[in-house]
Structures are given as structure tokens and as C-alpha cells.
């Protein structure tokens, strides 16, 4: 998410329906069959037309209270929310499940499910939605250091505590929500962290990444990419064959000494330290669960766009990483939308499409990876300040996908 203010999106999952299943009534899940996908709620395949708020909107229920009459206009059925570690765990160990509370209820009063986004340890690639008192001890939650050696507003993917403090937080907030939700099915999907990348450097130069780095390249990706090798993505093929396909050694001998290799290293460990979370998470109530990702621009190097996160050069380290992540998502701020589009739709990868600027010709593509991909979601922004024509134009395009 980009706006400070409140956005709101409209958004459609479309996923087809194969042969007659015989599904019990139970909790929502994605489905995968052949080349289609499905997406299920109290059994059956749910289309999603739904709002995202903004950063902060769900941080205030008096801010929060106008904006569900707004929702409902545009006849949404799914509210995408934020939930904030800093707002759920203010003090160590002590969690306040008080705004999630209110999303729930309020949710089920007007009528709508929850996609809830966790801004655990990373949001927009910085740690800045971590409580006090993560931020303010670097000792024990250690910051990403860039080439200078100077640490980065980042907590480093290498830390042990800051993985296990973000489980645990995670893991009490899907327990909330089995608690409380399980009978009810309000949330149906959550966000793992939110725009996963490295920044201002291809990777991090901390002594833990150091040390890692000079390791060598896990046996578990070796073997995957061994298993998978006629099925990897072009830029996969080429730096690890322009190595010598080699199966062992450090990070640098398997695929060279580059900037390419730095964000490969930094994927398994980002990949790895959100597919724990997401597992931790899964082990109390499995809802599904994604990652999203910043496209990376045109033209830029690793480290001058948010490097490592769920793109599709980089997206047979995720699979290979982060298993349990139900599938990962690409955030729509460049042009080359149907380019997008094509990379995220694999046998192995639902497209789910969390954002999307708005813009004229913003109504078409909502419709165009029907035909492409036959399994999407897709979220344009809007400003807080939303015109009439602008409210009709989605509560139109709303209507038609659920006739």
C-alpha cells in the first residue's frame, strides 16, 4: 500500500469451478485443481468484491465507524484490513486484541468477510510498524547494515529473536481469530508482512548475513532446483547455468560474484523467515495465506528497487523457501499489465492481485485476465476523496461480476 489516506479498492476473485466436489462445510481454503483454482468459503467457491483501507485507517474506530456506509455503497462484500503488531503486542507478551475485535464485529454487522494484512516485521520493506520495543533494541533485534556497514531501518532476516517474537505475535492473532471467528468464517484470508524487499543494497552486510552468505548454498534449494530444473523461470536458468549448474559451495561459487547473487541470497533467507511466520501461524487456524510483492522497475538494479521480495525472477526461491505460503501476489504500480500477469499465473501460482493504482482504462483490465488467466483478484486505488463517478463505476463493475 502506497497512500497514507484512506483507499479504496475494488477488487474480484473470479476461480472456476471443475467437476462437482464433495466439500464439507469448513474452514476457508484455496484450492488448487490442474490449471484452475479455487478459492473457498463454508464449502463453496467465494467471488470477492472487496475494499482495502488504508495504512492507518483500521488503527481508529472513530475513523473506521463513516467508512463501512461507503463500503456498502460500492457493494462490497470483503474489507481488506490492516493489523498492526505495535497496536497487538504494545508491550512484550501482552496483546490488545481490541481493533481486531472491531473489524470482526463490524465486518459481520454490514455483511462482509476480513482479509487481514499482517504488518509484522516488515511493511513497504522497513520495520516500521514493529512495537517499541522491538525497534528500540537493536542488541536484541539486529537491523539490516548496508555496504557502509551502517545498520538500515530493517530488521535482519538472520535474527532468531525478531523471527520468534513476529510468530509468536502471529500465532496469537490467528489464535484470537480461531476463538472468535471459527464458527463464523468473517476472515477468510490473511497477508503475511507486507512488500518484503531489500533496501538500499542488493543484500544485507550485517555479521550474521556475512556469515551466512560464506556458508554453503543450502542442500534444500540445490535439491529443488535440481527437481524443478526444466520448470524454473529464464533469469533462474541463466545465472545458475552461466555458473556451471554447480551443486555445491558458497553463494558467490554456485552463481557468481554479483548483485543477482546477493538478492538470491537474501530471498531463501526473507522467503524462509516468512513461510515460518506464516507456518507458525497456519499450526493454530490454517487460513490461506500470501505474500505480496513490489514490482520491481524498469531498468533498475537489486538494491535500487525493494530487492528480493515475491517477484517473478526470484519466484522459484519463494516456492522453494516458503511451501506454506498459499500463493504470492504482485502490487501493480507499472505498466506491461498483461507481462505482469502472465509470470504470476503458474500451475503452482493463483494470480491474486492486491493492488492496483487507479487510472483510466482501470475498469478494462478488472475484465481482461478473465480471459487470460481464469483465476485473479484485482484492486484498483482510489483517493479518500472519491467522486460520485468514480463510487459508480465500481459499485457498477461489482454488480455485473456478481450477476
Not at 108 to 137: A, D, E, I
Not at 245 to 253: A, D, F
Not at 328 to 350: E, G, H, I, Q, V
Amino acid at each position: 500500500m502506497k497512500s497514507p489516506v484512506l483507499i479504496f479498492v475494488f477488487c474480484c476473485l473470479i476461480l472456476f469451478k471443475v467437476k462437482s466436489q464433495s466439500l464439507s462445510q469448513g474452514i476457508p481454503q484455496v484450492k488448487y485443481y490442474g490449471s484452475n483454482t479455487e478459492l473457498l468459503v463454508d464449502g463453496a467457491p467465494y467471488l470477492m468484491t472487496g475494499g482495502e483501507l488504508g495504512n492507518s485507517s483500521a488503527s481508529s474506530t472513530p475513523y473506521m465507524n463513516p467508512i463501512w456506509p461507503k463500503l456498502q455503497k460500492m457493494h462490497l462484500n470483503t474489507v481488506i484490513a490492516p493489523v498492526y503488531w505495535e497496536l497487538l503486542e504494545p508491550q512484550e507478551g501482552k496483546f490488545n486484541f481490541t481493533l481486531v475485535d472491531y473489524l470482526i464485529k463490524s465486518a459481520r454487522q454490514h455483511h462482509m468477510k476480513l482479509v487481514l494484512l499482517w504488518f509484522g516485521t516488515w511493511k513497504n520493506s522497513m520495520s516500521c510498524y514493529s512495537p517499541g520495543w522491538v525497534k528500540t533494541n537493536q542488541k536484541h533485534f539486529p537491523r539490516v547494515a548496508n555496504s557502509t556497514g551502517g545498520p538500515e531501518e530493517i530488521i535482519t532476516p538472520f535474527s532468531k529473536e525478531a523471527l520468534l517474537a513476529d510468530s509468536k505475535a502471529f500465532s496469537s492473532l490467528m489464535r484470537h481469530i480461531k476463538e472468535t471467528d471459527s464458527k463464523f468464517h468473517t476472515v477468510i484470508m490473511v497477508q503475511v508482512e507486507n512488500e518484503i524487499g531489500m533496501l538500499p543494497d542488493a543484500r544485507d552486510h550485517s555479521k550474521l548475513a556475512d556469515e551466512a552468505f560464506n556458508r554453503p548454498v543450502p542442500t534444500k534449494l540445490i535439491s529443488w532446483l535440481n527437481s524443478h530444473k526444466d520448470k524454473l523461470v529464464p533469469e533462474m536458468q541463466k545465472i545458475w547455468q552461466d555458473g556451471g549448474n554447480k551443486t555445491s559451495g558458497n553463494w558467490e561459487s554456485v552463481f557468481g560474484k554479483s548483485p543477482a547473487t546477493d538478492e538470491l541470497f537474501m530471498v531463501w533467507y526473507f522467503a524462509g523467515y516468512a513461510n515460518a511466520v506464516a507456518k507458525a501461524g497456519k499450526a493454530v487456524y490454517p487460513l490461506p495465506m500470501y505474500v505480496n510483492a513490489a514490482l520491481n522497475a524498469p531498468g533498475k538494479k537489486p538494491g535500487q528497487y525493494p530487492s528480493a521480495g515475491p517477484l517473478p525472477h526470484l519466484i522459484d526461491i519463494w516456492k522453494a523457501a516458503a511451501p506454506d505460503i498459499d500463493f504470492l501476489s504482485p502490487d501493480f504500480y507499472n505498466p506491461n499489465f498483461k507481462y505482469w500477469n502472465d509470470r504470476y499465473t503458474r500451475p503452482d501460482n493463483a494470480l491474486f492481485i492486491p493492488e492496483h493504482r487507479f487510472e483510466d482504462g482501470v475498469d478494462a483490465k478488472a475484465f481482461m485476465p478473465l480471459g487470460i488467466t481464469r483465476r485473479w483478484v484485482f484492486h484498483p486505488f482510489l483517493s479518500k476523496q472519491i467522486t460520485k463517478r468514480q463510487v459508480s463505476r465500481l459499485a457498477n463493475l461489482t454488480v455485473s461480476f456478481s450477476s
